[in-house]
């Protein structure tokens, strides 16, 4: 198996789906240049039970064309597995911080969460954490961490309010 990155420099073609208070956006990354296997980047903001805010989750989903069915990469030590270039890898953390991006114009929450899947995330990890925190402080929020639990990784993410001149 190897993955072909299709991500072209600048080239952003994805909308926003939303259904309810849920709100998804995916983009296509790239393909198995030797089995029939697709890949796009999912970002999605969902409800979270009992409070206003959404949840902020990243996956990468293969759709495999011969079975017809999908697998959901969540981690990202099964996705430096599945995608071994660090130049591919480095443009698809791009792409993450424009479908961001995207998603907080779109659905414009007033409280976001994320947590890490992984416990004890490398600093690989947290640096994409770090460039999502940016694209969430660009976008008129205050990002604030919590003290790891059990080794996981949670930001708050409130957008600041605009005083009426």
Known sequence: ?????????????ASVFKKGNAYAVMY????DDTEDKSYVLFASLDPVV?????????????????TDSEYSYWSGKDTAALIPKKEDRTSILAMSA??????????KPAKVFFCSRDAYP???ANEKFILLAHVFENCGYSVSTADPYHGLQCWWMERKTIDPI
Do not use: K, Q, W
């Open 28 to 31: 296509p990354i790239g393909y």
């Open 1 to 13: 198996m190897t993955f072909v990155c299709t991500i072209a420099g600048g080239d952003f073609s």
């Open 122 to 124: 490398p600093e690989s």
């Open 98 to 107: 424009v479908a961001l991006n995207l998603l907080l114009n779109s659905a």
């Open 50 to 66: 009992g409070d206003d805010s959404l949840e902020l989750s990243y996956r990468i989903v293969e759709h495999d064309g011969a």
